[in-house]
């Protein structure tokens, strides 16, 4: 069944073309879409191309086929194009020429918007879910290691003292910048295309802000050019805000292989979090965080696919932007199942203490010794040189104590302001509007 279909049957090897994995993309979609209809079903009886009785009918009926989309019993039949196709068939099936109706003034391009703007919206909110535990497990991890030392560097040569408390605040400080951009995209995501049709709008005299309100988005993607014009740009602004998390995780993952490494030996996991070699048994090998840093980078690259596959597209729909949904859909459970693991490997971490007291790091107190001089009354400068020379002659003292005060520094982490932050930054999303609505169509 083809929504489109008149008289004419599109060649085999060109249907299955063309539709490739939307099918199995599309079961993803099925509450969303099943939502959609709800929002449209009762906006179409308040302009009356629906009657009261129509809409109530098509509401039961959505209602439990919704349902089966939470219990895992939606399914696609065979001969069934896409969602929409679906949940058409199956009303009209139930409710005959009722079920013809509720395609009036919409096309199947403003429905696979609303559809895809409602799946990201919840999508993302199922990424904050996931990326708070670990802010939370990296703030904890920072407060209790902060008094332990370690090497800072910079080129990857040994630097300044840090210590374990400023490395992973580090980490949770940048989620907080992460989930701040994630926030942009969702004000990018949380507009209404329903409504724009095939992209020209409709001359029926629609209630846009009814179907708006009905599913709890914010605001309006008004100019219907535009909300068609969406696809592909609300997809490459999510996919950005998911790149950075991923550079964040993927990172703190580069970080903890080298730590575990013997040249560095900071850190330490249990022997079943680890995985060994099939010829060397000395072997801790870090898999996970390797595996981690490699699905990061395919992460990372998927801001660059989706631009390159809507780059040249004048305005209007186009079958292409389909190929998005197989590259972004499971880009959200790849990042969520990679912020999972980095929280089991950190919650086991053990570290190294006295690290810095090995004479092997000595030399990163020289800022320390020039600095203590410049207390003294000496010129920055001459404090470097003096410094400079005591290493070069071999006569370099130093003492591992340090005592940074400013905010930000080792002695100073400020991990409640950064908390706050992370805070106000999740507050910013208001997932609670949209769910209340979403609530209220269900419960209609």
Known sequence: MKLWQKNTTSLKEVEN?????????????????????????????????????????????????YATTQDGTFKIEDGIEDVHSQVEFLLTKKLGDTGKKIHSARSRNDQVLVDIKLYLRSEIEKTVNAVK?????????????????????????????????????????SLVDDLTVLQSAYQVVNKNPL??????????????????????????????????????????????????????????????????????????????LTTGSSIMPHKKNPDVFEIVRGYCNRLKAL???????????????????????????????????????????????????????????????????VNKLVLQGVPFRDAYKQTGLSIEEGKFDYSTKVNHTHEGSIGNLCNDKIQANMQKAIDSFDFETYRKAIAELLNS
């Open 195 to 272: 409504g724009s049709a095939a992209g020209y709008g409709s001359s029926f005299p629609i209630n846009r802000t009814l179907t708006t309100k009905l599913l709890g988005f914010a605001d309006l993607n008004y100019n219907v050019v535009y909300a068609q014009m969406g696809r592909g740009k609300a997809e490459r602004i999510t996919a950005q805000a998911l790149a950075n998390i991923a550079e964040t995780i993927g990172r703190l993952s580069m970080d903890a292989t080298l730590y575990l490494s013997q040249n560095f030996a900071f850190i330490s996991f249990p022997p079943q």
């Open 17 to 65: 073309f063309t539709v490739g994995k939307d099918r199995e993309l599309d079961v993803l979609l099925a509450p969303f879409d099943v939502l959609g209809n709800m929002a449209h079903a009762e906006m179409l009886a308040t302009i009356d191309l629906l009657t009261n009785d129509e809409k109530d009918a098509l509401l039961k009926e959505l209602k439990n086929i």
């Open 303 to 369: 801001p660059n696919e989706v631009l390159m596959m809507t780059t040249n597209l004048p305005s209007g729909y186009h079958r292409e932007l389909q190929l998005l949904k197989e590259h972004l859909f499971p880009a959200f459970t790849t990042l969520r199942d990679c912020i999972e693991m980095v929280g089991l490997m950190l919650s086991n971490m053990e570290v190294k203490k006295d690290i810095v007291e090995d004479e092997k790091y000595k030399y990163i107190f020289s800022v320390e010794e």
């Open 133 to 173: 535990p670990l802010f939370d497990l990296l703030i904890e991890k920072s407060e209790q290691y902060k008094e332990v030392l370690l090497p800072g560097y910079t080129h990857l040569q040994i630097a300044m003292p840090s210590s374990f408390g400023l490395w992973l605040g580090a980490y949770a400080e």
